[in-house]
Each structure stands twice: as C-alpha cells, then as structure tokens.
C-alpha cells in the first residue's frame, strides 16, 4: 500500500522568497516519486521526479526536491518564488511497471504575494 | 516531450444525458491509460485502469455501468458517463504512460474536461 500526505493545504511566500512544500510518503517498495503543478481549469504538468536515482532531484521551473528515505520525505523547494509559481501542486507516489498506480497527496495551493 | 489530449475541454448537457471523452496519446503508445476525477478544491481520485484491448480496472466504489471505458487502441481511450445526473459534475482528467519506455517514467496527463450536468 502507498500514500503520501501533503502538510500544509495553503502556502503563501513573498515574491522573491524561500519556497518549501512539504511531502511524507509511505510505501510498501521502494517508491517513485513526483511533483505535479496543477493551474486553474488544467491538467497536471509534471515538475520532477524520483526513480531511484540521484536524492536531490532538479525539475523545470528552478524547482527541486530532495529523497531522504530516513525521513520518508520528498519535499519540495524553490529558492525564489515568482508570480508566476501560484498554483496547485501535488506530490505522488507510484511503484515500478507502466501499469502502476499514482496515488495522490491532498494538495497544496501556493499563493505568492507581492 | 508526451502529449496528452483529452477532448472536450469542457461540456455543459442536460440531465440524462450520455457524455463521451476522449484521451489520445499524440506521440507515443499507452497500454494503459488513466481516468480521474477531481472535485473542487480536492484532490484527483483514480476512477479506473483503462487497458488497451482487454477491460477495464475499477477502483472500489466507482461504477463500472456508470463510467463505461473503452481502450480499443494504443492511442486512444474513452470514458462515456452514461445518464448523467448533476452529482456527476466534475473535472475529470486522463493520464497514460508511455509504453516502449522503462517503468519508472511519469504519467503525462491531459488537460482535462470540466463536465457540468444540469
């Protein structure tokens, strides 16, 4: 069984500051694990991901997140937020195969004020 | 990079009404693609396993009758809501991996159809 909880429903950062969503993961085998954005009335666009490789792992748009399985966390982070970054973002875990399922976190909705 | 197209972008019908959606993978083939649901302000929720040629998973509680899916080819899945009612209002959204590629690439999602049943 996998699940992953997002704490923190609502973010809001200044322009130009430190962003941190925070994701904790559970999982029965060695996970994959992803960040997707989410903007208003679209599909989710994938920001990075975890496949065992390299811990710290870089995604589009400045952000990255790094593994610590000792924590079994994913968090992700952006040294500078921009206006641009407000949105839904979600953090999921899968197992390995084509046909494995993604479960989902609740969300966190990230508000970048001026 | 995988393109995921997912048609209507958004239908408004009337109660009773039959409604189809289309997820298409453009540039690569999907054994298995991914239906969603997604309430307001909430998380997605998988509906179903679509598998190309063979039928479909179901997640428990999602009604098979209600929520028919065919996957007839490697680039093409459809979700038909059959006699809609109001509390089927939502946004749903596809997903499909990429076939030909190891297991550890990520979902590519559509853009999702927003369904409003009056």
């Known amino acids: 069984a996998q699940s992953v909880t997002q704490l923190g429903s609502h973010v809001s950062v200044s322009e130009g500051a430190l962003v941190l969503l925070r994701c904790n993961y559970s999982s029965s085998v060695p996970p994959y694990l992803f960040w997707y954005v989410q903007y208003p009335n679209q599909g989710l666009q994938l920001l990075l991901k975890?496949?065992?490789?390299?811990?710290l792992v870089k995604g589009i748009n400045g952000f990255e997140a790094e593994f610590k399985k000792s924590e079994t966390s994913f968090h992700l982070t952006k040294p500078s937020a921009h206006m641009s970054d407000a949105a839904e973002y979600f953090c999921a875990v899968s197992g390995a195969g084509t046909a494995s399922k993604l479960t989902f976190g609740t969300g966190t909705r990230l508000q970048v004020t001026l | 990079g995988a393109v995921v197209s997912q048609h209507p972008s958004r239908v408004i019908c009337k109660s009773g009404t039959s409604v189809k959606i289309e997820c298409r993978s453009l540039d690569f083939q999907a054994t298995t693609m991914f239906w969603y649901r997604q309430f307001p302000k909430q998380s997605l929720m998988l509906m179903a396993t679509?598998?190309?040629?063979?039928?479909?998973?179901?997640e428990q509680g999602v009604e098979k009758d209600k929520f028919l899916i065919n996957h007839a080819s490697l680039t093409l899945s459809t979700l038909t809501v059959t006699s809609a009612h109001p509390e089927d209002s939502s946004f749903y959204i596809c997903?499909?991996?990429?076939?030909?590629?190891?297991?550890?690439?990520?979902?590519?999602f559509g853009d999702g159809t927003r369904l409003s049943i009056l």
């Open positions: 679509s598998n190309e040629g063979s039928k479909a998973t179901y």
């Open positions: 975890y496949t065992s490789a390299a811990t």
């Open positions: 997903s499909a991996r990429d076939s030909g590629t190891t297991s550890n690439q990520p979902q590519h």
